[in-house]
């Protein structure tokens, strides 16, 4: 995924992004133009860091968008688990849901994309996902400890997936923006100060819901049995190129040591 990026995304240092920055001004300045802000610039990442961050927008966009990356991070972290326990979905059944939840992510980012760029519209599509994903999740969070059709969590997983990649998107797009309004010598500063409060963030939420959830029920050793034999044949469909996975019976009767 990474070798296209590599190979033909190009841009520029920060340093040379500064530099070209102020030989505009210098130039604006020379023509007449308005007065030069070449010392208001920052000469250092640090100075850049610091500038930064006395702005009000990218704390007001950063922060908020954060903790809205809690369901993502959840649905990573505990989705298969969220999905067994809750929803009482083998192992096999509860990894494909949370594959639907992604791959409906990822096409509804580049959809999304070309609509909010087509459309130039950043805010409204940003809240019509707020309030699908509110709505989803106000009919979804009282059907825990139910058993949903197959079908049905397929769709839920995908719908969800969906609509959090519509809030992304104008989000991310938005952020750029007010980014480039600051300052666009501040674009990496800005998503870098968006990384490491994306990261703190993610420090801060994992533990505690690890420590608050319920532990994972293996279940008897025929429940086991029958989840391996499950799982086996879903990778047959999946993967039919490993298709006579072995299947090892399992014995409760433990082997002797060949030593022994």
């Not at 100075?47 to 809690?70: G, N």
């Amino acid at each position: 995924m990474y070798i296209p990026i590599i190979l033909f995304l190009k841009d520029l240092s920060p340093e040379l992004r500064m530099r070209i920055y102020q030989s505009e001004i210098a130039s604006i300045e020379a023509e007449g133009g308005r007065l030069s802000t070449t010392a208001k610039l920052s000469s250092s990442a640090r100075d850049a860091f610091a500038s930064l961050l006395k702005h009000f927008e990218p704390w007001l966009m950063v922060l908020p968008f954060t903790v809205s990356l809690s369901l993502y991070i959840a649905i990573q972290a505990f989705g298969p688990l969220v999905l067994i326990e809750s929803f009482h979905y083998t192992p096999a059944d509860a990894a494909a849901m949370c594959a639907y939840f992604w791959l409906g992510n990822m096409g509804a980012l580049i959809v999304t994309g070309l609509i909010s760029d087509r459309l130039q519209m950043r805010e409204p599509i940003a809240v019509l996902s707020a309030m699908l994903t509110a709505g989803l999740l106000i009919w979804w969070i009282p059907t825990f400890g139910e058993t949903l059709p197959r079908t049905t969590m397929a769709i839920v997983a995908t719908v969800l997936g969906c609509f959090l990649a519509v809030g992304s998107v104008p989000w991310a797009a938005q952020y750029s923006e007010t980014l480039e309004d600051i300052s666009p010598a501040l674009q990496a500063t800005g998503w870098a100060f968006y990384g490491l409060v994306a990261r703190a963030w993610v420090a801060i939420s994992t533990p505690p819901g690890a420590h608050h959830r319920s532990p994972l029920r293996l279940g008897s050793l025929d429940e086991i049995r029958a989840r391996r034999v499950h799982t086996i044949r879903y990778c047959d469909v999946v993967h039919p190129s490993r298709r006579g996975f072995p299947t090892r019976t399992i014995s409760s009767t433990p082997k002797p040591h060949p030593g022994r």
